[in-house]
T-cell receptor
Framework: DGGITQSPKYLFRKEGQNVTLSCEQNLNHDAMYWYRQDPGQGLRLIYYSQIVNDFQKGDIAEGYSVSREKKESFPLTVTSAQKNPTAFYLC????????????FGPGTRLTVL | QKEVEQNSGPLSVPEGAIASLNCTYSDRGSQSFFWYRQYSGKSPELIMFIYSNGDKEDGRFTAQLNKASQYVSLLIRDSQPSDSATYLCAVREGGYQKVTFGTGTKLQVIP
Protein backbone atom coordinates (compact mmCIF):
# COMPACT_ATOMS: atom_id res chain seq x y z
CA ASP A 1 0.00 0.00 0.00
CA GLY A 2 1.25 3.47 -0.85
CA GLY A 3 1.40 5.99 1.92
CA ILE A 4 3.29 8.00 4.47
CA THR A 5 4.48 6.54 7.74
CA GLN A 6 5.65 8.40 10.81
CA SER A 7 7.26 6.97 13.89
CA PRO A 8 6.95 6.85 16.74
CA LYS A 9 3.28 7.66 17.32
CA TYR A 10 3.98 9.01 20.80
CA LEU A 11 7.31 10.34 22.06
CA PHE A 12 8.32 11.60 25.45
CA ARG A 13 11.43 13.66 25.92
CA LYS A 14 13.22 15.17 28.83
CA GLU A 15 14.17 18.82 28.64
CA GLY A 16 17.59 19.31 27.08
CA GLN A 17 17.43 16.23 24.86
CA ASN A 18 17.39 16.13 21.08
CA VAL A 19 14.90 13.77 19.45
CA THR A 20 14.44 12.67 15.85
CA LEU A 21 11.05 12.03 14.28
CA SER A 22 10.89 9.68 11.32
CA CYS A 23 8.91 10.24 8.11
CA GLU A 24 8.94 7.81 5.19
CA GLN A 25 6.83 7.80 2.01
CA ASN A 26 6.49 5.31 -0.85
CA LEU A 27 4.34 7.53 -3.05
CA ASN A 28 7.31 8.57 -5.21
CA HIS A 29 6.62 12.18 -4.24
CA ASP A 30 9.42 14.69 -4.73
CA ALA A 31 8.31 17.22 -2.10
CA MET A 32 8.06 16.61 1.64
CA TYR A 33 7.02 18.85 4.50
CA TRP A 34 7.02 19.07 8.28
CA TYR A 35 4.28 20.88 10.18
CA ARG A 36 3.59 21.51 13.80
CA GLN A 37 0.06 21.71 15.22
CA ASP A 38 -0.77 23.08 18.66
CA PRO A 39 -4.21 22.72 20.31
CA GLY A 40 -6.81 24.91 18.63
CA GLN A 41 -4.36 26.14 16.03
CA GLY A 42 -3.73 25.50 12.40
CA LEU A 43 -0.70 23.85 10.89
CA ARG A 44 2.55 25.79 10.90
CA LEU A 45 5.30 24.92 8.44
CA ILE A 46 8.66 23.99 9.95
CA TYR A 47 10.71 22.84 6.93
CA TYR A 48 10.07 21.62 3.43
CA SER A 49 12.10 19.91 0.74
CA GLN A 50 11.41 19.83 -2.98
CA ILE A 51 14.24 17.51 -4.02
CA VAL A 52 16.87 15.28 -2.45
CA ASN A 53 19.70 17.11 -0.68
CA ASP A 54 17.80 20.39 -0.66
CA PHE A 55 15.43 21.90 1.89
CA GLN A 56 14.09 25.30 2.92
CA LYS A 57 13.05 26.82 6.22
CA GLY A 58 9.38 27.32 6.84
CA ASP A 59 7.76 29.80 9.17
CA ILE A 60 8.98 28.32 12.47
CA ALA A 61 12.33 26.59 11.74
CA GLU A 62 14.18 27.77 14.85
CA GLY A 63 15.14 24.86 17.09
CA TYR A 64 14.57 22.25 14.38
CA SER A 65 16.78 20.58 11.78
CA VAL A 66 16.12 18.23 8.85
CA SER A 67 17.94 16.18 6.25
CA ARG A 68 16.89 14.79 2.88
CA GLU A 69 19.41 12.16 1.85
CA LYS A 70 16.84 9.92 0.18
CA LYS A 71 13.69 10.73 -1.76
CA GLU A 72 11.63 8.52 0.53
CA SER A 73 12.82 9.92 3.86
CA PHE A 74 12.67 13.32 5.58
CA PRO A 75 13.55 13.04 9.29
CA LEU A 76 13.02 15.96 11.66
CA THR A 77 15.23 16.61 14.68
CA VAL A 78 13.78 18.63 17.53
CA THR A 79 16.76 20.12 19.31
CA SER A 80 17.11 21.35 22.86
CA ALA A 81 17.03 24.88 21.44
CA GLN A 82 13.31 24.54 20.67
CA LYS A 83 11.68 26.27 23.63
CA ASN A 84 8.19 24.77 23.44
CA PRO A 85 8.48 21.44 21.63
CA THR A 86 5.35 19.77 23.00
CA ALA A 87 3.03 19.50 19.98
CA PHE A 88 1.57 17.25 17.30
CA TYR A 89 4.05 16.89 14.42
CA LEU A 90 2.79 16.10 10.94
CA CYS A 91 4.75 15.06 7.89
CA UNK A 92 3.29 15.47 4.41
CA UNK A 93 4.34 14.84 0.83
CA UNK A 94 3.26 15.96 -2.62
CA UNK A 95 4.30 15.89 -6.23
CA UNK A 96 6.15 18.99 -7.37
CA UNK A 97 4.36 21.32 -9.67
CA UNK A 98 1.36 23.48 -10.01
CA UNK A 99 -1.26 21.62 -8.03
CA UNK A 100 0.58 20.31 -5.02
CA UNK A 101 -2.05 18.35 -3.13
CA UNK A 102 -0.37 17.37 0.11
CA UNK A 103 -1.02 14.04 1.79
CA PHE A 104 -0.32 13.58 5.48
CA GLY A 105 1.14 10.86 7.62
CA PRO A 106 -0.54 9.84 10.89
CA GLY A 107 1.55 12.21 13.00
CA THR A 108 3.82 12.02 16.05
CA ARG A 109 2.71 13.46 19.37
CA LEU A 110 5.75 14.79 21.24
CA THR A 111 5.59 15.58 24.94
CA VAL A 112 8.43 17.18 26.85
CA LEU A 113 8.52 16.16 30.49
CA GLN B 1 2.18 37.78 6.27
CA LYS B 2 -0.21 35.85 4.07
CA GLU B 3 -3.35 34.86 5.95
CA VAL B 4 -6.09 32.31 5.67
CA GLU B 5 -9.10 33.05 7.85
CA GLN B 6 -11.78 30.67 9.06
CA ASN B 7 -14.49 30.95 11.69
CA SER B 8 -13.44 28.57 14.46
CA GLY B 9 -17.02 27.52 15.22
CA PRO B 10 -18.38 25.23 16.37
CA LEU B 11 -20.85 25.15 13.54
CA SER B 12 -23.80 22.97 14.54
CA VAL B 13 -26.17 21.57 11.94
CA PRO B 14 -28.87 18.90 12.20
CA GLU B 15 -28.38 15.57 10.47
CA GLY B 16 -29.44 15.77 6.82
CA ALA B 17 -28.93 19.52 6.53
CA ILE B 18 -26.39 21.40 4.41
CA ALA B 19 -23.25 22.53 6.23
CA SER B 20 -21.54 25.61 4.80
CA LEU B 21 -17.92 26.27 5.71
CA ASN B 22 -16.19 29.47 4.66
CA CYS B 23 -12.62 30.64 4.19
CA THR B 24 -11.05 33.92 3.09
CA TYR B 25 -7.46 34.50 2.05
CA SER B 26 -5.28 37.56 1.74
CA ASP B 27 -2.93 36.78 -1.18
CA ARG B 28 -4.47 37.62 -4.55
CA GLY B 29 -1.79 35.55 -6.26
CA SER B 30 -3.05 32.32 -4.69
CA GLN B 31 -3.74 29.61 -7.22
CA SER B 32 -4.65 26.37 -5.46
CA PHE B 33 -7.17 25.82 -2.69
CA PHE B 34 -7.69 22.76 -0.54
CA TRP B 35 -10.10 21.48 2.08
CA TYR B 36 -8.95 18.96 4.66
CA ARG B 37 -10.99 17.12 7.26
CA GLN B 38 -9.34 16.40 10.60
CA TYR B 39 -10.88 14.17 13.23
CA SER B 40 -9.82 14.76 16.82
CA GLY B 41 -6.36 13.35 17.46
CA LYS B 42 -5.85 12.35 13.82
CA SER B 43 -3.99 13.81 10.88
CA PRO B 44 -5.68 15.91 8.15
CA GLU B 45 -7.28 14.11 5.23
CA LEU B 46 -7.64 15.83 1.84
CA ILE B 47 -11.27 15.92 0.76
CA MET B 48 -11.45 18.57 -1.98
CA PHE B 49 -9.24 20.82 -4.05
CA ILE B 50 -10.17 23.56 -6.50
CA TYR B 51 -8.15 25.74 -8.84
CA SER B 52 -10.66 27.58 -11.01
CA ASN B 53 -13.46 29.99 -10.21
CA GLY B 54 -16.82 28.33 -9.78
CA ASP B 55 -18.05 25.14 -8.24
CA LYS B 56 -16.54 21.69 -8.06
CA GLU B 57 -18.64 18.78 -6.87
CA ASP B 58 -17.54 15.41 -5.49
CA GLY B 59 -20.29 13.31 -3.99
CA ARG B 60 -21.85 15.18 -1.06
CA PHE B 61 -19.10 17.82 -1.14
CA THR B 62 -19.03 21.01 -3.23
CA ALA B 63 -16.13 23.44 -3.20
CA GLN B 64 -16.80 26.99 -4.37
CA LEU B 65 -14.12 29.49 -5.36
CA ASN B 66 -14.44 33.21 -5.99
CA LYS B 67 -11.01 34.68 -6.65
CA ALA B 68 -12.32 38.23 -7.07
CA SER B 69 -13.69 38.13 -3.53
CA GLN B 70 -10.79 35.97 -2.26
CA TYR B 71 -13.25 33.51 -0.86
CA VAL B 72 -13.50 29.73 -0.91
CA SER B 73 -16.23 27.63 0.66
CA LEU B 74 -17.13 24.01 1.24
CA LEU B 75 -20.71 22.75 1.22
CA ILE B 76 -21.57 19.37 2.71
CA ARG B 77 -24.99 18.09 1.66
CA ASP B 78 -26.99 15.57 3.68
CA SER B 79 -24.67 16.05 6.67
CA GLN B 80 -24.03 12.94 8.74
CA PRO B 81 -22.77 12.60 12.33
CA SER B 82 -19.61 11.07 10.84
CA ASP B 83 -18.93 14.46 9.20
CA SER B 84 -18.34 15.95 12.66
CA ALA B 85 -14.72 17.08 12.53
CA THR B 86 -12.55 20.15 12.07
CA TYR B 87 -12.29 21.36 8.48
CA LEU B 88 -9.06 23.06 7.46
CA CYS B 89 -8.82 25.44 4.52
CA ALA B 90 -5.42 25.61 2.83
CA VAL B 91 -4.15 27.98 0.16
CA ARG B 92 -1.10 27.73 -2.08
CA GLU B 93 0.55 30.81 -3.48
CA GLY B 94 1.25 30.89 -7.17
CA GLY B 95 4.70 29.60 -8.07
CA TYR B 96 5.49 28.25 -4.64
CA GLN B 97 5.31 24.85 -2.99
CA LYS B 98 4.32 26.33 0.37
CA VAL B 99 0.74 26.06 1.56
CA THR B 100 -0.82 28.23 4.28
CA PHE B 101 -3.45 26.64 6.50
CA GLY B 102 -6.32 28.27 8.32
CA THR B 103 -7.00 27.39 11.93
CA GLY B 104 -10.03 25.31 10.99
CA THR B 105 -13.78 25.28 11.60
CA LYS B 106 -15.21 22.69 13.95
CA LEU B 107 -18.38 21.12 12.56
CA GLN B 108 -20.89 19.29 14.75
CA VAL B 109 -23.67 17.32 13.08
CA ILE B 110 -26.49 16.70 15.54
CA PRO B 111 -28.40 13.39 15.11
Amino acid sequence: DGGITQSPKYLFRKEGQNVTLSCEQNLNHDAMYWYRQDPGQGLRLIYYSQIVNDFQKGDIAEGYSVSREKKESFPLTVTSAQKNPTAFYLCASSIRGQYNEQFFGPGTRLTVL
Amino acid sequence: QKEVEQNSGPLSVPEGAIASLNCTYSDRGSQSFFWYRQYSGKSPELIMFIYSNGDKEDGRFTAQLNKASQYVSLLIRDSQPSDSATYLCAVREGGYQKVTFGTGTKLQVIP
